[in-house]
Every structure is written in C-alpha cells, then in structure tokens.
C-alpha cells in the first residue's frame, strides 16, 4: 500500500463519546499534519508534527489530542466533540515542514 | 477575511468549454500550490510555481504565478467531467512557513 491512508473513512459519534482516528504515511516523510474541513470554510490547519515532535498547534480545543508514536503513524483522539466539530478530517505528511503536502482521503466525522 | 481569496465559489460550464479560477491575495508568497479534491477524497497536488510570472502546463490545465508573486490562476481549456472537483490553491510566504489555503472553487462540468 502506498501513500497516505486513514481510517476510519467514516465515523459517527456522540458528544460523550471516545474515538481516534488513525492516519499512516508510506512515503518515508518526517513531517505530519492534521487538517480540518468544514463546508464553505478553508482548510484549517490544526497540528504539525515533524520527526515524531508537535511543532504546531493551532489553537485547537483540547477535547483533539495528537499521537504521533512514529514517523509513519499519526492518530487524532476525540472526546467530548460538539456538533459543530463534524467535518472532514485530512491527513497529510511532507519530506520536510516545509515540504509538499500528500493528503490522505480524510476521515468524515459526524458528531450527534 | 482570509489571506488568499479564491474566485469565483462555484462554477458550472459545458464540456468543451474553457474556464479559469482566481487565486488572489495582499500577501508576496514564495510558492503557491495548486490542488484538486474530488468529492470524498483528499486534495491532490496538481502543481507548484514559486518563481513569479512563472507558467506551467499540466495537460490542458494551465497555472499562472503573478509577476508579484501575490496571485495565481488556473485555466482549463476544453473541460472535461473529469474536471469537476474542487480546486484549492494554497500559498507558503516563506520557506519552511506553513501553508494556507483559499476557499476553494468548486467546478461542475456537465456533459
């Protein structure tokens, strides 16, 4: 398999809920982002990891939480997600931080 | 009001048709990205131009980089279905800087 991929496709929970949701690279990146996309707004970058470390964190609710155990894997973990938090979850990885971007085909979150 | 303004939101033309989508911004970017999304998928990388002026040719789509690094355009000559997506165009203003992106156009070609 190649590329980036995540799982779940698609993911339906309550606010009380815990889930995670799971991106893995097989393009021998460093770098590894989470992206969110709402309708009608840009993509929202959320956080950037590179070599295994948070380089970013763009002012995300603490109910996400980042794991990056390793280069290749990179995980989102959701508890207690408001409805307005459904949207598409990206994942994307890069040589460098700077690099170009690959994005996985994205998680479609749905929060009852 | 974000940092790259993409035109228009929504455009829906013919097969055989031509069109262009607008990236613009106030802001120098030292390369800007092109992608395209398809309905339940991630974007796709089309393209980078980081010189300004700058064309690139990618089949019939055609990417523009403005002399003044500031904006960018897409044109498609004699569109096809296979078009239809949503196109991004996202900008980096340094090396090493995160990107951002536009609002995204989304294109409809009908058969």
């Known amino acids: 398999e190649t590329g980036v991929t995540q799982t779940p496709r698609h993911l339906v929970m309550g606010m009380t809920n815990k889930k995670s949701l799971k991106c893995e690279q097989h393009l021998g990146h460093n770098a590894m982002y989470w992206y969110k996309q709402s309708a009608k707004k840009p993509l929202e970058l959320m956080f950037v990891?590179?070599?295994?470390?948070?380089?970013e964190n763009n002012s995300v609710p603490s109910r996400f939480s980042p794991e990056c155990p390793n280069s290749s894997h990179l995980f989102l973990h959701l508890h207690t997600l408001q409805p307005e938090d459904s949207a598409l979850y990206l994942c994307?990885?890069?040589?460098?931080?700077?690099?170009?971007?690959?994005f996985g085909p994205g998680t479609r979150l749905t929060v009852t | 009001t974000q940092l790259l303004e993409q035109s228009p939101q929504f455009l829906s033309i013919q097969e055989g048709e031509n069109l262009t989508v607008y990236c613009n911004s106030s802001?120098?970017?030292?390369?800007l990205q092109w992608y395209r999304q398809e309905p339940g998928e991630g974007p796709v990388l089309l393209v980078t131009v980081v010189t300004g002026g700058e064309v690139k040719k990618l089949k019939r789509l055609t990417f523009q980089f403005g002399d003044a690094r500031k904006d960018s355009s897409l044109h498609i000559t004699a569109a096809q279905t296979g078009d239809t997506g949503l196109y991004l165009c996202a900008g980096a203003k340094a090396a090493g800087n995160k990107l951002t992106f536009g609002g995204g156009t989304r294109v409809l070609v009908k058969p």
């Open positions: 802001s120098v970017f030292s390369s």
């Open positions: 994307a990885s890069s040589q460098t931080p700077s690099g170009l971007q690959y």
């Open positions: 990891y590179s070599l295994e470390e948070r380089v």
